[in-house]
């Protein structure tokens, strides 16, 4: 009888656990057997493993062959596994323990003819291997830029099944991790390119400002693109850790860039109006992958053409906009993944859209029900609504608006202000602030609190949107350089909430 053994990491959602990769080999009637829950690309693995060793110079033992992946307990998906699998074969048949073999984790998808591909879920199975204490990962080539991103651990990058086992017997070297770049911020879409909306400007800094949900409707053509577009760049950039989790996640995805993988900017993602529901907030058959509102973590998602999205789709927002998280429960076990995005809706007013709202043909009960799909709950989640009007002429003017870099410095300062007064919490936008306590240790004076009174005992405001409504007017105070809003600050968030803007 003859073992080997080798180790690699399966991830969860973006949670990594080790897996022990055992090959027996016995007497018997020559086959493959693999145990420990495999899925179809994990049971696909034995014809790709054993093609990969015997074209790599390798002897496949004509002998029972058991393949033990543990724990047995954890579903095992994808072709991660496929590297580590043959190094335990080969281990086994040789009737070698290579000192290199038992200290390291092997990550990697291989080719019929040994080469080594890459994977995804790269970075947090590398964190994970580094949690564990872990003194080195095998990557493949392609994916050596981002593991390169973990520092604490030793990573190399492998570009052949024979190169792995040259350097396993200490008869070759495996390449050192990479200086990895960042993308350029020279390609960040510009404000000044927005021609008018004046309030619809303001509204995208307010939302920079205190990472409030934002929707825009009007005319099409009008600009409500545009400035969506250019909302990510007047967001600071992610903190280290910020970076590697939304990195970690668009990893999982297979989005990542082998050039500059790490992700230092805010996200900006902006599915189709005909997505589903799974495209949303994720979903496929073992365990689920992210969606576009996971894919948006830290950044923004848009959704252009809201009104014509399904209802289930948009329905399907309400738990990430709470809570921050999305939970997937799969046949293979429930995947959580981070999810606290800015969501920006945009909408035309009508199914017919003309370019001037007064030629709409559209007869009133067709534009409440266009727009009405929109339910109360979700609405209730926007914190700024704003109803941009068609620009005249003399917004072609030679005047330029603020461009990006001066409103960015306003954000960033008002940004600043808002980390410090909520570090107690351990938020650090309004928009995270919880309700209780802006309504208790942080409610403004009884003057300033007027308007809410007011739209409370009128029926127009909800308990939820009493507490965004005083998330926007800390951020206009937080913009202003104020240390506590003022009635005016009330009066100009209540007019950011108000129902006739939408509908």
Same mark, same amino acid.
């Given at each position: 009888? $003859? ?20 090959? #027996?080999?016995?007497?018997?009637? !020559?086959?493959?057997?693999?145990? %420990? ?41 994808? &072709? ?12 086994? &048949? ?27 879920? +790269? ?49 070759? /070297?495996?390449?050192?991790? +990479? ?27 307010? $939302? ?11 005319? !099409? ?18 903190? =280290? ?9 668009? &990893? ?25 529901? $799974? @495209?949303? +907030? ?13 894919? @948006? ?41 981070? @999810? ?12 017919? $859209?003309?370019?001037? =709202? ?9 534009? /409440?029900?266009?727009? %009405? ?9 926007? #914190? ?24 960015? @410095? ?28 802006? /309504?208790?240790?942080?409610? !403004? ?38 240390? &506590? ?19």
């Amino acid at each position: 009888m $003859a073992l080997g053994r080798a180790y690699s990491v399966g991830v969860t959602g973006l949670q990594g656990e080790l897996v022990e990769i055992e090959a #027996d080999i016995t007497s018997g009637l !020559p086959g493959v057997h693999l145990v %420990g829950l495999p899925d179809t690309a994990v049971q696909e693995s034995r014809n790709r493993v054993r093609s990969a060793v015997t074209n790599s110079g390798g002897e496949w033992p004509m002998a029972r062959l058991t393949l033990a992946l543990s724990p047995a307990t954890l579903p095992k998906m994808g &072709s991660v596994y496929d590297l580590a699998l043959a190094a335990s074969v080969l281990s086994a &048949s040789q009737k070698k323990s290579w000192p290199h073999l038992d200290k390291t984790i092997l990550l990697g998808e291989l080719a019929l003819d040994g080469r080594v591909r890459p994977v995804r879920g +790269v970075l947090p199975a590398v964190l994970a291997a580094r949690r564990e204490g872990w003194p080195v990962t095998v990557v493949p080539m392609a994916n050596l830029a981002e593991a390169s991103l973990v520092e604490g651990i030793e990573v190399l990058g492998v570009r052949s099944l024979r190169q792995l086992q040259a350097w396993l017997a200490g008869k070759a /070297r495996l390449a050192d991790r +990479v200086a990895v770049g960042t993308p350029d911020d020279d390609a960040l879409a510009d404000l000044a390119e927005v021609v008018g909306q004046t309030q619809a400007r303001y509204a995208v800094e307010v $939302a920079a400002a205190g990472g409030h949900n934002l929707m825009l409707t009007g005319p !099409p053509g009008i600009g409500k693109t545009m400035l969506a577009q250019r909302l990510p760049g007047l967001l600071p950039p992610l903190s =280290p850790d910020e970076a590697l989790e939304v990195t970690a996640i668009h &990893s999982v995805a297979g989005l990542l860039s082998e050039e500059t993988p790490l992700i230092t900017r805010p996200p900006f993602v902006a599915p189709h109006h005909t997505s589903s529901v $799974a @495209a949303l +907030v994720g979903g496929g058959t073992g365990l689920a992958r992210p969606g576009a509102v996971s894919q @948006a973590h830290r950044g923004v998602l848009f959704l252009d053409e809201c009104a014509e999205i399904g209802v289930s789709v948009m329905e399907a927002l309400r738990t990430p906009l709470e809570e921050g998280e999305i939970r997937l429960a799969r046949r293979d076990g429930v995947a959580r993944y981070p @999810a606290r995005f800015q969501l920006v809706l945009a909408a035309n007013l009508c199914p017919c $859209a003309p370019a001037d =709202p007064q030629e709409c043909l559209c007869p009133g009960a067709v534009k /409440r029900r266009y727009l %009405g799909k929109l339910s109360g709950p979700l609405l209730d989640r926007v #914190d700024l609504r704003v109803q941009m009007q068609t620009a005249r002429s003399g917004a072609l003017g030679d005047e330029i608006g603020e461009p990006t870099a001066a409103v960015r @410095a306003r954000v960033a300062a008002a940004r600043e202000a808002a980390a410090q007064r909520w570090r107690v919490l351990g938020v650090r936008t309004n928009a995270e602030v919880p309700g209780p306590v802006l /309504r208790r240790g942080f409610r !403004p004076g009884r003057a300033a609190m007027a308007p809410v009174r007011t739209a409370l005992d009128r029926g127009l405001l909800s308990i939820r949107g009493v507490d965004r409504t005083l998330r926007v007017a800390w951020s206009l105070c937080d913009l202003a350089g104020r240390t &506590s809003p003022n009635q005016e600050d009330i009066t100009v968030a209540l007019g950011f909430r108000q129902p006739g803007s939408v509908r």
